[in-house]
């Protein structure tokens, strides 16, 4: 499970409410499935874009781990940046989970680990705000991310709601 949060100005009020939620699924999976891994990434805007020199288009907070106390960690210790207008790079930090793609070399060259083969592949992500589609510099669009997941075996939850995340869970 990879965990990805918008840490954008704009979450300024939903901020702690994401990490509790955040918090609250990835205590859910482990329960449910102990072996299970779990990596932790944030999304903000490409500096260029925003004219802040600390917005990213993706930071891998934590690679994957089996250590569920490593994972809550990495989610309290996110803090908010500026990100610019309301359309973030959520396509390009989708791309760099999926596809270890550094978003025309825009992106920090990290990488969160390798998925297992035999895992079920799913990233949730909490966001207040549209992606942008398409991404300047990459071209992403939500189209092509979407096909990106269903031919690689991903599946993609907006934290939308207990049944959506509930039904996640339940593959995993």
């Known amino acids: 499970l990879a965990i990805l949060i918008d840490t954008t100005g ?13 918090t609250e699924i990835v205590n859910q999976v482990k329960l449910k499935n102990p072996n299970s891994r779990i990596a ?10 925003t004219g802040d020199s600390r ?9 994957f781990t089996l250590n569920l106390d490593e994972a809550v960690d990495a989610i309290n210790r996110l803090t908010l940046g500026y990100g610019g207008d309301e359309s973030e790079t959520r396509n390009c930090a ?4 999926m596809a270890s793609d ?3 070399g825009l992106g920090a060259n990290t990488s969160l680990g390798p998925w297992r083969p035999d895992a079920k592949k799913s990233i949730i992500y ?12 990459t071209g992403f669009t939500n189209q092509e991310v979407i096909a990106k997941a269903n031919t690689g075996g991903f599946v993609l ?4 709601g207990d049944e959506s995340i509930a039904a996640v869970i339940e593959t995993l």
């Open 94 to 97: 989708l791309m760099h989970i």
């Open 126 to 137: 909490l966001t207040d705000a549209p992606a942008l589609s398409p991404e300047p510099f």
């Open 157 to 160: 939850t907006e934290e939308d």
């Open 40 to 49: 932790v990434v944030e999304f903000r805007d490409f500096p260029s874009r």
């Open 10 to 22: 704009s979450m300024g009020d939903d901020i702690d409410a994401a990490k509790a939620r955040a």
């Open 102 to 104: 550094t978003c025309a």
């Open 55 to 63: 917005d990213f288009p993706y930071h891998d907070v934590l690679p």
